[in-house]
């Protein structure tokens, strides 16, 4: 005989209850924890005061509680959450039987989208208290996530600019043919006529102030359904978040959500964000060759960090090997000079403030005995770069120390990818920068907890929490 399960419709005298079908070392008990710890109103949630009249609303606790299960679980979508509060025990367990509709789920993450920032911040700040974060050494990485966003509606500004072209001769055809309809005999059709002509300025208009705007965002294509997100590299629509990790444990420190579609202006900002949250003077940051940036890095040791990444420099042209490379130009602080291979001083003669390089150069190619060793033009021009100093200081530093790199390959590599195969590949559910900011946020916490719980254990979790 086989096993036999329990007949379903047999009664028992004393029934289970629901709590003991949760066992000690459930991850759920954390989420439980986590949340009722948190001071709600404190971090600007909404409804958290109930009026006196109308239907009371759910407590945003309860809601929290739900998305942060579902994020934990790969369950982010409202409908999927409602079934889940109708057929999951934990979730029964974890809302105490409640079931809110989907739309209802749906709103507390679009109204509380600047609450769960916080919140996400929180946790971070709670695990620093239990000595999770190290606080030494971070790694900084961005990943492109799709939006909500087909790569079909997209609206390219080259596209308006020729509908505006066509617009503008349809419009002079019809102002042609008014001015050569008789004065005596209007034309029988002359109201149409000039309410047409009308919704052709009307429709001019609309496609000037879309130019227009493109034109103040400095983007050359704009997405139909989430106008907000942005044309990245390889066709794909979409945004690109920021995060920091500490090298201690692998937590995220800190999260964001840029339109940019490269990372050379985050390092700074990135790094100074998380040097606020974990308090630290002195911090050493870890980060690839898209973060290299000047301006940037002579910041961060403006502020007690030590970056680790490959810079990116301009290659002198040295032909195919028979030019001396840069590297053979002596450069001397005090006059602020080169002097190249035959001894001769290069001073500096102007600057590309694009580039931000000063270029220097020497009238004596034309006379040098080993010019044809230097250069195939009239005289050898060196780039220096503005901030050549420090990007020589941290090629020096990253030089020396190989292993940093590979290092920060193991901290940031396996949380993004964490974070995409619970967010389907790496795709948004919702539209516009602050809530796709919120979403991230969930999915962090999410991805915190868990690793926290790997850590500490439920049970010496909740104890804390509690505490």
Wanted: glycine share 8%.
């Amino acid at each position: 005989m086989h096993v036999q399960g329990q007949d379903r419709y047999q009664a028992t005298l004393f029934p289970e209850r629901l709590d003991e079908l949760i066992g000690e070392d459930n991850p759920v008990r954390v989420i439980d924890a986590f949340v009722d710890s948190l001071r709600l109103k404190a971090l600007g949630f909404a409804r958290i005061e109930v009026k006196a009249t109308g239907r009371p609303p759910y407590h945003p606790a309860d809601l929290l509680k739900l998305y942060l299960y579902g994020y934990m679980h790969r369950i982010r979508s409202c409908r999927a959450l409602e079934r889940e509060c109708h057929t999951n025990l934990e979730v029964l367990w974890l809302l105490n039987r409640l079931a809110p509709d989907h739309k209802t789920i749906a709103n507390f993450r679009v109204d509380n989208r600047w609450a769960l920032t916080r919140v996400c911040r929180a946790f971070v700040q709670f695990c620093r208290s239990q000595a999770l974060y190290g606080g030494e050494l971070i790694a900084i990485d961005g990943s492109k996530f799709a939006a909500d966003n087909n790569r079909g509606k997209l609206t390219r500004k080259k596209e308006l600019k020729e509908q505006l072209k066509r617009l503008d001769a349809q419009i002079s055809s019809w102002l042609d043919g008014l001015a050569d309809d008789d004065d005596d005999e209007p034309p029988p059709s002359g109201g149409d006529t000039q309410a047409a002509l009308e919704a052709l300025k009307a429709e001019r208009a609309t496609l000037t102030e879309r130019i227009q705007a493109m034109d103040e965002a400095g983007v050359n294509a704009q997405p139909d359904t989430d106008p907000e997100a942005r044309l990245m590299r390889h066709g794909q629509i979409g945004y690109n978040v920021q995060s920091t990790v500490d090298g201690k444990h692998c937590l995220i420190v800190d999260v964001d959500v840029v339109h940019d579609g490269n990372d050379v202006q985050q390092l700074y900002r990135m790094a100074r964000r998380t040097q606020r949250q974990l308090k630290e003077q002195r911090i050493t940051v870890l980060a690839d060759a898209g973060y290299s940036n000047g301006q940037l890095l002579k910041r961060c040791r403006a502020h007690g960090m030590s970056v680790y990444l490959p810079v990116q420099r301009s290659i002198n042209n040295h032909g195919d090997g028979c030019y001396f490379d840069k590297s053979e130009f002596t450069y001397h602080g005090k006059g602020d000079f080169y002097e190249c291979p035959a001894g001769e001083r290069l001073a500096k003669k102007t600057k590309t403030s694009r580039e931000r390089h000063w270029l220097y150069t020497t009238e004596a190619c034309t006379n040098c005995e080993i010019k044809a060793r230097c250069t195939g033009g009239k005289q050898r021009w060196v780039t220096r770069h503005f901030e050549e100093d420090v990007l020589n200081e941290v090629a020096d530093r990253s030089a020396a120390n190989p292993l940093m790199m590979q290092r920060r390959k193991g901290m940031v590599e396996h949380p993004f990818g964490t974070l995409k195969r619970r967010m389907d590949g790496g795709r948004f559910l919702l539209r516009g920068l602050q809530k796709v900011k919120a979403e991230m946020a969930l999915a962090v916490t999410a991805y915190n907890l868990t690793r926290a719980i790997n850590l500490l254990g439920t049970r010496q979790l909740c104890q804390a929490l509690a505490a």
